[in-house]
């Protein structure tokens, strides 16, 4: 096993993503390399740091507004872009349907860009898979973890110039 | 009506070879076993300095505030590129920002290899498997005050 690849499975042992048998070779591992053991006790403390400032569930009313706003704009997008279908004329024959398969083409796609706002978590079985992450950035620490609101998956850079920043994040 | 139909009938060919191109074209990527996808990426900029609501941060901007305490969002950059799996590609996101992406298909994923560059210094590198549609959230470079958040989305 080389370094990169023992913090890699330390990583997924502190998420409990590592079987069983993998876990029994990096503790191995780990006690011939006390530089991984600090490690992982940095990894542990910046979970917990997270945890502990993770943002409040609940909205601000400016931003619950703006999602209200938001789904009004969505939801008249695609009644807009039917209207237009309505002036065309049957006489016009083969024309009059193929300016409708692409008028639904867009639609559709207009759809797919705009999605109305969907509050649940994305499902287990579609969430993003990371299998490393690295930074070139000084001083830097690289970090993946999982929203639970969301279900969306955060790969995260933290400098040291940026901690101020980086209470943002969940 | 003859001068009529001779006018009307190259048009209609044309039309139908338009649209019989457009039809069959898909086609041949799905028997070759290729795979089309739309590679996504959305730059922004995430501060507590109030900005302007963009319509472009529509769809994911709703998320973004459930992640993070940043009050205010701002696009910098929308790329997108069309890519034919597997494949790799060169975004440039703007402001100095690039992004190299490696992308192949796999069990019904995208796996993508992906490295975000400031000028010659990597900021993150990264491999992941995304499901289309699942956005994956790539973030932390500080930016203006703010940091800097790089949405990444396969279609």
Same mark, same amino acid.
């Given at each position: ?35 991984? =053991?600090?490690?992982?006790? /940095? ?22 507004? /703006? ?5 009004? %704009? ?13 002036? @065309?004329?049957? %006489? ?26 969907? @509050? ?12 490393? =992450? ?22 995260? =850079? ?13 | ?28 990527? #799905? ?5 089309? #996808? ?71 994923? #995208? ?39 790089? #949405?990444?989305?396969?279609?």
């Amino acid at each position: 096993m080389n370094p990169e690849k023992a913090a890699r499975w330390l990583s997924m042992a502190l998420d409990n993503e590592l079987p069983e048998a993998r876990r029994t070779q990096l503790e191995r591992y780990l006690e011939q390399h006390p530089e991984l =053991v600090q490690l992982r006790q /940095q990894w542990q403390q910046l979970g917990e740091h997270c945890r502990r400032t993770a943002p409040a569930p609940d909205q601000t009313p400016a931003a619950a507004w /703006q999602d209200v706003q938001r789904a009004l %704009r969505q939801q008249n997008a695609p009644r807009e872009a039917h209207a237009t279908i309505l002036p @065309l004329r049957p %006489r016009w024959g083969w024309l009059a349907a193929a300016a409708a398969v692409l008028i639904m083409a867009g639609v559709w796609g207009w759809n797919l860009r705009s999605p109305s706002l969907d @509050l649940r978590p994305i499902a287990l079985a579609d969430r993003t898979q990371v299998e490393w =992450v690295e930074t070139d950035l000084p001083d830097a620490m690289s970090m993946v973890y999982e929203d639970s609101t969301t279900g969306l998956t955060v790969i995260w =850079v933290m400098t040291s110039d940026n901690g101020e920043e980086d209470e943002h994040a969940g | 009506m003859l001068a009529k139909h001779s006018h009307t009938q190259p048009r209609k060919r044309w039309l139908a070879l338009w649209l019989g191109l457009v039809l069959w074209l898909p086609l041949v990527g #799905v028997a070759n076993g290729q795979t089309t #996808v739309n590679v996504d990426a959305l730059l922004i900029h995430a501060s507590d300095r109030p900005a302007a609501l963009d319509a472009r941060l529509d769809r994911v901007e709703y998320r973004l505030r459930r992640i993070f305490q940043f009050e205010h969002y701002a696009l910098l950059n929308n790329t997108q590129s069309l890519l034919t799996l597997p494949s790799q590609t060169r975004l440039d996101l703007g402001h100095g920002y690039t992004l190299h992406i490696n992308a192949a298909p796999r069990n019904g994923r #995208v796996r993508a290899e992906v490295q975000w560059y400031q000028g010659r210094t990597r900021l993150l590198s990264t491999s992941v498997a995304q499901r289309r549609g699942v956005p994956a959230i790539l973030g932390g470079p500080a930016y203006q005050g703010g940091t800097l958040i790089l #949405v990444l989305e396969f279609n």
